[in-house]
């Protein structure tokens, strides 16, 4: 456990709690406008900044992004600081006693995706209230869990599942509304997306409540003692094999069953795909002619004319047999964005630099 005095660290780590703060109050606050999108980018600030604090007292201002001649990669007069991904990636791969969870790793990876999505879109959040609720609570029961393992019960957030006030009638017509907005294009879009996120988790994932919290309202009788709660949450994990065999019984009822099945090229992207995706992730659009130098220069796929289409580096890229074309993978949209974030590669020069084969392992270790 990290003892923190004052100084760099201990204020990041305040400002990370007071952007949790701020996140679970909007949330709470039901008629705030943008309520769940403001609590999912102030929850996503949060988790940032207890990383930046974790790495801010453990290895020092290590966790910035430096140019190749060394110095500190800066925006707008800023030094860039490792984004909630690249964190989540170096606090897993350096810690030696891991406190994330695959399916901690699994709901901050969902709101990551949420997080870029809504950032530029406007709509009315009540979908994803609905559909996000379990996974919401989740994003701030997994924080608190980290800061305290990190630094201390000191540092808990103490707060309670806030569980609001329903109204029957209210609450079917927020539904019914719900499902108007999945007519617009964005809202399409993002139930999409959500949709085959959860559908790409595995059963012990899904049914975790580190990656989403579910609940399910029954009346409590209780004619005996009158001081007890209106509300109980039962932790799980505490229970006993007979205690869960009957609450299993009762959730069956009712229990949510995501159906699996097989789609063809899940996960993978076509070139303007691969362009969007590396403009949203560092800000720069590459050109359809720069990309092809790139998959040239790394030699991830033949030419269109070869005879040996299969022959491929699978990992970035496939050949695609019925459309008689190339898929390329999200392990290909990272590495050319470590490219442009970490080695000057950029829209202007990327031609000249592919003037010569380059090898992959010359920028991501392999």
């Not at 949790?20 to 709470?28: I, L």
């Not at 009638?169 to 108007?180: D, G, T």
């Not at 595995?202 to 209106?230: F, G």
């Amino acid at each position: 456990m990290i003892s923190l005095r004052q100084g760099k660290a201990k204020t990041i780590l305040e400002s990370s709690l007071n952007s949790a703060f701020t996140a679970v109050e909007t949330y709470n606050r039901p008629r705030t406008q943008f309520r769940i999108e403001n609590y999912i980018v102030l929850m996503v600030i949060a988790w940032t900044k207890l990383f930046h604090a974790y790495f801010q007292a453990t290895i020092g201002e290590r966790y910035f992004y430096k140019e190749r001649n060394g110095r500190f990669k800066k925006i707008g007069g800023e030094k860039k600081a490792w984004e909630l991904t690249e964190c989540i990636k170096k606090y897993q791969s350096n810690t030696k006693e891991k406190c994330l969870t695959d399916a901690t790793v699994a709901n901050l990876k969902l709101f990551i995706g949420i997080r870029n999505k809504i950032e530029h879109r406007y709509w009315d959040s009540t979908a994803l209230d609905i559909w996000l609720f379990g996974e919401c609570q989740s994003l701030l029961y997994n924080y608190e869990n980290l800061i305290v393992s990190l630094f201390g019960e000191e540092y808990s957030l103490n707060t309670s599942l806030a569980y609001a006030l329903q109204f029957s009638h209210l609450r079917a017509s927020e539904q019914l509304k719900a499902q108007r907005e999945l007519l617009s294009k964005d809202m399409k879009d993002i139930k999409k997306y959500i949709d085959k996120y959860k559908t790409g988790l595995s059963d012990e994932i899904y049914n975790s409540q580190e990656y989403s919290v579910k609940l399910l309202q029954i009346p409590k009788v209780s004619n005996t003692n009158r001081s007890e709660l209106a509300v109980e949450f039962v932790n799980w994990s505490s229970l006993n094999e007979e205690d869960r065999e009957n609450y299993q019984k009762i959730t069956a009822i009712t229990k949510d069953k995501i159906i699996k099945q097989p789609v063809s090229n899940a996960n993978l992207l076509k070139p303007k795909d691969v362009i969007h995706a590396i403009k949203e992730k560092t800000g720069v659009k590459i050109s359809y002619y720069n990309h092809t130098a790139l998959w040239k220069a790394f030699e991830v796929r033949p030419d269109s004319n070869s005879t040996s289409k299969f022959d491929t580096k699978i990992k970035y890229c496939i050949y695609d047999e019925p459309h008689n074309d190339y898929l390329y993978t999200i392990e290909w949209v990272e590495l050319l964005s470590n490219l442009i974030e970490n080695y000057g590669f950029n829209n202007t020069n990327i031609y000249n630099k592919c003037k010569d084969q380059l090898n992959i392992s010359d920028y991501i270790g392999e």
